[in-house]
C-alpha cells in the first residue's frame, strides 16, 4: 500500500518569502500522480498543483512550483512571494494510474503554513 | 459554475444518535468520492460512487456507514449509531471520467463532533 508522509506539521514564513513544503512517499508503482493540495480556514480544498510521474520536468503553476526527485520519492512544494492569502493547511496526495488500483487519493497528514506580515 | 457543496457545515451529536451528512457534486461529474480526517491525522479514502453505483467501498470503517447516491446526483452519508471515534471531517469530492479522473475537486468538508 502507499503511504504519503508530510514531516512539518507547522511552517511559517514572512510575506514575500520564499518556503518549501516537504513530502515523501513509498510506493512500488512506476506510474502514478502527485498533488498539492490547499485548504484555508473552512474553505474549500482546492487543487494547487499536480505532477504525473512520468514527466521528468517539474510543474509550476505561478508562484507555485514543485521539486519531483522519483527515485527519492519525494514530491517537495515551493511558494514563491509568500503572500497573506497563501495562509492555509497543505495537503500532499498520491494517485495510483493504474485502473484496478482505483481512484482513491491517498493523503499526508498535511503542513500548516502561517504567512507573517 | 457551483462548485462542491457539502451539509452541515458542522453538526454535534450524543454517542448513539444518527447524523446525515449530504454532498451535491459539480454538475456533470459521474464520481463522487468520501474522505475523512480524524483527530488532526490524514485524509483517509472511504468510498466512490461512479453514478449512482459503488465503484469502491474498501475504506468505509463499519456497517454504522452508509453511503448511497440517489439518481447518480448528490449523495448522503449517514453514521447510525455515532460513535465518539467517528469525530472527524468528512469531505466530499466529485471528477469528472476519463482522462479528467484524476482531478478530484473538494468541499469544505462537514465537521462532526459526537460528544
Known amino acids: 500500500a502507499q503511504t504519503v508522509t508530510q514531516s512539518q506539521p507547522e511552517m511559517s514564513v514572512q510575506e514575500a518569502e520564499t518556503v518549501t513544503l516537504s513530502c515523501t512517499y513509498d510506493t512500488s508503482e512506476s506510474d502514478y500522480y502527485l498533488f498539492w493540495y490547499k485548504q484555508p480556514p473552512s474553505r474549500q480544498m482546492i487543487l494547487v498543483i499536480r505532477q504525473e510521474a512520468y514527466k521528468q520536468q517539474n510543474a509550476t503553476e505561478n508562484r507555485f512550483s514543485v521539486n519531483f526527485q522519483k527515485a527519492a520519492k519525494s514530491f517537495s512544494l515551493k511558494i514563491s512571494d509568500s503572500q497573506l492569502g497563501d495562509a492555509a493547511m497543505y495537503f500532499c496526495a498520491y494517485r495510483s494510474a493504474q485502473e484496478t488500483s482505483g481512484s482513491r487519493l491517498t493523503f499526508g497528514e498535511g503542513t500548516q503554513l502561517t504567512v507573517n506580515p | 459554475e457551483a462548485g462542491v457543496t457539502q451539509f452541515p457545515s458542522h453538526s454535534v451529536i450524543e454517542k448513539g444518535q444518527t447524523v446525515t451528512l449530504r454532498c451535491d457534486p459539480i454538475?456533470?461529474?459521474?464520481?463522487l468520492y468520501w474522505y475523512r480526517r480524524v483527530m488532526g491525522k490524514e485524509i483517509k479514502f472511504l468510498l466512490h460512487?461512479?453514478?449512482?453505483?459503488?465503484?469502491?467501498e474498501s475504506g468505509m470503517p463499519n456497517n454504522r456507514f452508509l453511503a448511497e447516491r440517489t439518481g447518480g446526483t448528490y449523495s448522503t452519508l449517514k453514521v447510525q449509531p455515532a460513535e465518539l471515534e467517528d469525530s472527524g471531517v468528512y469531505f466530499c469530492a466529485s471528477s469528472l471520467g476519463g482522462t479528467f479522473k484524476n482531478i478530484q475537486y473538494f468541499g469544505a468538508g462537514t465537521r462532526l463532533s459526537v460528544l
Open positions: 454538475s456533470g461529474h459521474d464520481n
Open positions: 460512487f461512479v453514478k449512482e453505483s459503488k465503484q469502491d
